[in-house]
């Protein structure tokens, strides 16, 4: 029988899930869906606001027949401390379990015994051999945060298999760890967020992630047309940053807010280069709700100076005709959820 798999993306706008069949390591796509999240959402600090986000996600998976109770879920970027650690000299695992609890204090301003603390080798040298390095990805989630997940999945009656980054799961559904693919730069712009990776030899070497995303440009057309949000919303997505359009009003009222994006990941591409100016990125991958606003990957290909594309999760992944259409359109918005179903173990 057919393994399958299943990733759920709890967002702050919506909810997202995709379940997956493998045949081997070939994925075919089971069923997909989206719910808008109850607010305030998974981060409250009331059981109550937790018990209306586990209502949804029943909702949405009794709309999308996902029978399975065992799924991955998504941490938000934002709210975990990443870092890669790249001055190690050779250890083994585990030298290196008290060399990156001493090291991740350094990055991490909660107690350490208020963390999870995980982490993988990117690199490591030979041992034995003259100034050989390790180089590892460390993750922290507080456990505050897991906790609320974990609360939250199991009020629906779900079984949590896993928890990782979004931009993890993000990381896998749109490079994959093919070491060959060009070193690029993911920015994945949520509700809330948006999230960057800087991806290269399969591997993230990079994150940022800053409180600035799709929300911001709503509330920055509401605020300049005196809109309801509801309308902001709408013009946003119709008009965004088309100079041609409303001549250009709806481009002016925008502008502000994604350049504080853009200008943020010129910074990640600074930093990345300057450390590693052998590995220049090479292009730029856009996801995210976000990626949709009409105009963004022309606008950013012209700051950044670089080719920049829309995020399709769906490539790795067989699917029948009718599915490919309905695909295509919100193909942005589910690199988490395909992440974390495409995730094997
Ligand atoms: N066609 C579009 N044009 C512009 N923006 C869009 C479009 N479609 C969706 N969005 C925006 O994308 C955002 C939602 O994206 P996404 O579903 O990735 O966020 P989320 O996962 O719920 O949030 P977060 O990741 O911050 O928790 C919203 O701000 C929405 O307005
Ligand atoms: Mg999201």
Same mark, same amino acid.
């Given at each position: 029988?057919?393994?399958?798999?299943?990733?759920?993306?709890?967002?702050?706008?919506?909810?997202?899930?995709?379940?997956?069949?493998?045949?081997?390591?070939?994925?075919?796509?089971?069923?997909?869906?989206?719910?808008?999240?109850?607010?305030?959402?998974?981060?409250?600090?009331?059981?109550?606001?937790?018990?209306?986000?586990?209502?949804?996600?029943?909702?949405?998976?009794?709309?999308?027949?996902?029978?399975?109770?065992?799924?991955?879920?998504?941490?938000?970027?934002?709210?975990?401390?990443?870092?890669?650690?790249?001055?190690?000299?050779?250890?083994?695992?585990?030298?290196?379990?008290?060399?990156?609890?001493?090291?991740?204090?350094?990055?991490?301003?909660?107690?350490?015994?208020?963390?999870?603390?995980?982490?993988?080798?990117?690199?490591?040298?030979?041992?034995?051999?003259?100034?050989?390095?390790?180089?590892?990805?460390?993750?922290?989630?507080?456990?505050?945060?897991?906790?609320?997940?974990?609360?939250?999945?199991?009020?629906?009656?779900?079984?949590?298999?896993?928890?990782?980054?979004?931009?993890?799961?993000?990381?896998?559904?749109?490079?994959?760890?093919?070491?060959?693919?060009?070193?690029?730069?993911?920015?994945?712009? #949520?509700?809330?967020?948006?999230?960057?990776?800087?991806?290269?030899?399969?591997?993230?070497?990079?994150?940022?992630?800053?409180?600035? #995303? #799709?929300?911001?440009?709503?509330?920055?057309?509401?605020?300049?047309?005196?809109?309801?949000?509801?309308?902001?919303?709408?013009?946003?997505?119709?008009?965004?940053?088309?100079?041609?359009?409303?001549?250009?009003?709806?481009?002016?009222?925008?502008?502000?807010?994604?350049?504080?994006?853009?200008?943020?990941?010129?910074?990640?591409?600074?930093?990345?280069?300057?450390?590693?100016?052998?590995?220049?990125?090479?292009?730029?991958?856009?996801?995210?709700?976000?990626?949709?606003?009409?105009?963004?990957?022309?606008?950013?290909?012209?700051?950044?100076?670089?080719?920049?594309?829309?995020?399709?999760?769906?490539?790795?992944?067989?699917?029948?005709?009718?599915?490919?259409?309905?695909?295509?359109?919100?193909?942005?918005?589910?690199?988490?959820?395909?992440?974390?179903?495409?995730?094997?173990?």
């Amino acid at each position: 029988m057919a393994k399958i798999s299943v990733g759920l993306d709890i967002g702050f706008s919506s909810i997202k899930v995709v379940s997956l069949s493998f045949e081997g390591d070939k994925a075919h796509l089971l069923s997909l869906g989206s719910i808008a999240t109850p607010q305030p959402g998974v981060l409250s600090d009331n059981d109550i606001d937790l018990e209306a986000v586990a209502q949804a996600i029943k909702k949405l998976l009794a709309a999308a027949k996902i029978n399975e109770k065992e799924m991955s879920l998504a941490l938000p970027e934002s709210k975990i401390f990443t870092r890669v650690i790249d001055d190690l000299p050779y250890l083994t695992n585990q030298e290196l379990d008290s060399a990156i609890r001493y090291a991740s204090e350094e990055f991490i301003p909660l107690p350490i015994t208020e963390v999870n603390l995980n982490w993988q080798v990117i690199y490591r040298g030979n041992k034995g051999e003259k100034n050989a390095k390790t180089m590892v990805f460390v993750v922290a989630s507080p456990k505050n945060l897991v906790n609320k997940y974990m609360k939250t999945v199991l009020l629906a009656g779900l079984k949590p298999k896993l928890m990782e980054t979004e931009i993890i799961a993000t990381t896998r559904s749109l490079v994959g760890n093919n070491p060959f693919s060009p070193t690029t730069l993911i920015i994945q712009m #949520g509700a809330s967020n948006t999230d960057c990776a800087v991806v290269s030899k399969g591997m993230i070497w990079l994150t940022r992630s800053i409180a600035t #995303g #799709g929300l911001a440009l709503t509330r920055a057309l509401a605020q300049q047309f005196n809109f309801e949000i509801n309308q902001a919303e709408e013009y946003k997505k119709v008009y965004g940053l088309q100079e041609d359009q409303l001549e250009g009003k709806v481009y002016e009222a925008l502008r502000g807010v994604v350049d504080i994006i853009a200008q943020e990941s010129k910074r990640v591409i600074q930093a990345f280069e300057t450390k590693y100016p052998q590995n220049p990125i090479k292009r730029v991958v856009l996801s995210g709700g976000g990626a949709k606003l009409p105009g963004l990957v022309v606008y950013l290909a012209n700051i950044l100076g670089l080719e920049v594309q829309e995020a399709d999760p769906w490539y790795l992944i067989s699917k029948d005709a009718a599915m490919q259409q309905k695909l295509s359109q919100d193909a942005p918005s589910f690199s988490v959820a395909v992440g974390l179903a495409l995730r094997e173990e």
